[in-house]
């Protein structure tokens, strides 16, 4: 691939700048837990500086259409005694108006999951979650498609048609996970999707709507049939190395094979890319996964290839969940590793994706019931308190990147931004003592610090021409002995409930980063040398 340098004189270690474009995938849409969580003063604290700090630009949840969100009335609500059925099902949206205002008003859009089923529609009911999600099909397809025509309706009206044309519509989360997120069969959710794509095209056919939203790549049959098949996981579970296993998308294939046979509109593909598994052995016993650094490039570059063959090869990407593991109580989320872990993959993917959804930006978060703890390996970048987690300063750095890509090698990229020229970086020590592995997962903090051990250090130089002489820059860095806040309460002994003073320490610890500023010479170069101990990741950025 070649790229055009015409117009820069940036001069990158010697040799002219690349000038390629680079898509921010980490802030297109973060994640987080369920709708009525977004009604929460904290949450809505914690988003404002997601938009605000972090850059995102959607979000996207569960529970649209849960119970407590209230927009399926079949019946006006008994309070001491049971409610009056109503003569025909209403749909009331004042729970949703607050949450969606909310995230307009903030500077951001919803990236729609459309879903779970509300309980007067759902076939099974309680299925998930101590908030008791229902993840079931519909009693009836032909109401389920009046909600979602009356929910689109409904946000047109509300927001305007170019505002909601701007959105995405994903049907459902993870069906493939039976019976967990779904009760039915592959077939009753690819029925559920052309159920809802006709609804929401039939209010306007420029709105764009994707899924299957299945979880996760898998090397073996387990998801070949109607249903999971577990005794196909036995191979897996027995493997030496699971890393050489021919990992590969679930249900996505025959998806788009159904859809093109029945000419649906799919807009975009979207699946949920956590690199670990988990299979079952002969006798039961589940074996725990954890892949290799660069999985999550290698399976989108499998599904890159996959769409390509596929009736919908400009489909967009839309990796609507991404983290380290898939649990909300594992401790590595907590970390300076999963920082560095997470800087590396999202550089690695900037060209095969249109977002990679971070799951989830806060740990205000209830799929478990609330966190045990300030720091209980919650997904967020920031914890309860809204303390910022090293994960918090790796996205924040990024978001400092410009829009084209100077140069990119294995421990970072260099930047520019197109509409200000501004020149920016992101350098980071993925250490050498990792080879191949992954960070994998942990229960407990102390468990995750054996990582600490892995070296070594790394010096960084580059030599940036063709800026502003005089022209100032900031360099910050979060490492193992700054803004390692999950550290700083392990120190304290791991308190369960913080006093006000431990936070503020601790909201100290965690924003205290490593800090310097660098010139630029007389001559417009810029020299960066920097030495990153093991697991930092630093950013070079216009100082204010």
């Given at each position: 691939m070649t790229h055009d340098t015409s117009t820069t004189p940036w001069r990158i270690d010697g040799a002219p700048a690349l000038d390629a474009p680079l898509r921010h995938v980490w802030n297109e849409c973060v994640g987080a837990g369920r709708a009525n969580e977004a009604l929460r003063a904290d949450w809505q604290a914690h988003f404002r500086e997601a938009v605000d700090v972090l850059g995102a630009r959607s979000v996207r949840f569960h529970g649209l259409y849960h119970d407590d969100m209230f927009v399926y009335r079949a019946s006006n609500g008994g309070g001491f005694?049971?409610?009056?059925?109503?003569?025909?099902?209403?749909?009331?949206?004042?729970?949703?108006?607050?949450?969606?205002?909310?995230?307009?008003?903030?500077?951001?859009?919803?990236?729609?999951?459309?879903?779970?089923?509300?309980?007067?529609?759902?076939?099974?009911?309680?299925?998930?979650?101590?908030?008791?999600?229902?993840?079931?099909?519909?009693?009836?397809?032909?109401?389920?498609?009046?909600?979602?025509?009356?929910?689109?309706?409904?946000?047109?009206?509300?927001?305007?048609?170019?505002?909601?044309?701007?959105?995405?519509?994903?049907?459902?989360?993870?069906?493939?996970?039976?019976?967990?997120?779904?009760?039915?069969?592959?077939?009753?959710?690819?029925?559920?999707?052309?159920?809802?794509?006709?609804?929401?095209k039939g209010v306007d056919s420029q709105l764009l709507v994707g899924g299957p939203s299945t979880s996760v790549f898998v090397p073996d049959d387990r998801y070949a049939g109607e249903t999971e098949d577990r005794s196909a996981t036995h191979g897996t579970a027995a493997a030496q190395d699971v890393d050489a296993l021919d990992w590969r998308p679930v249900w996505i294939d025959e998806f788009l094979t159904w859809c093109a046979e029945r000419d649906l509109p799919v807009d975009f593909v979207s699946t949920h890319l956590y690199p670990t598994d988990f299979a079952y052995h002969e006798d039961g016993e589940i074996r725990h996964i954890h892949r290799y650094a660069d999985a999550t490039r290698d399976d989108l570059v499998t599904m890159r290839d996959l769409l390509a063959r596929s009736a919908y090869p400009d489909a967009e990407v839309h990796v609507t969940e991404w983290s380290t593991t898939p649990s909300s109580r594992d401790n590595m989320h907590d970390t300076l590793f999963a920082a560095t872990y997470i800087t590396r993959a999202y550089l690695q993917c900037t060209d095969l994706a249109d977002s990679i959804s971070y799951w989830t930006f806060t740990d205000v978060f209830e799929e478990g019931g609330a966190g045990i703890g300030p720091f209980h390996g919650g997904f967020g970048l920031v914890n309860e308190q809204g303390l910022h987690k090293p994960t918090f300063h790796a996205f924040s750095m990024l978001a400092r990147l410009g829009d084209r890509l100077l140069a990119q090698t294995p421990h970072g990229v260099l930047t520019r931004d197109s509409r200000t020229d501004a020149f920016s970086a992101v350098l980071f020590n993925y250490p050498d003592d990792m080879g191949t592995q992954g960070v994998g997962g942990a229960i407990g903090y102390s468990s995750t610090r054996a990582l600490a051990e892995k070296g070594p250090a790394r010096r960084v130089r580059h030599e940036v021409a063709g800026l502003a002489p005089g022209a100032r820059y900031a360099v910050e860095r979060v490492d193992w002995e700054h803004g390692n806040v999950a550290e700083a309460w392990h120190a304290m002994g791991e308190p369960l409930n913080l006093t006000r003073e431990q936070t503020a320490q601790l909201r100290e610890v965690a924003d205290g980063l490593w800090r310097t500023e660098l010139v630029v010479d007389a001559d417009g170069v810029l020299t960066i040398d920097l030495e990153l101990p093991a697991w930092a990741v630093a950013s070079v950025a216009p100082a204010a």
């Open positions: 005694g049971p409610g009056t059925e109503l003569e025909r099902p209403l749909h009331t949206f004042s729970y949703v108006d607050k949450v969606i205002d909310f995230v307009l008003e903030a500077g951001a859009r919803p990236f729609v999951e459309l879903g779970f089923m509300p309980r007067e529609l759902a076939t099974q009911t309680e299925t998930l979650f101590w908030w008791k999600a229902h993840c079931s099909p519909p009693k009836d397809m032909g109401r389920w498609a009046d909600l979602v025509t009356a929910t689109v309706e409904h946000w047109v009206e509300r927001y305007g048609i170019d505002e909601v044309r701007s959105w995405r519509f994903e049907v459902w989360n993870e069906p493939n996970l039976v019976p967990m997120f779904w009760t039915g069969t592959r077939t009753q959710y690819f029925e559920l999707y052309e159920a809802t794509v006709r609804a929401v």
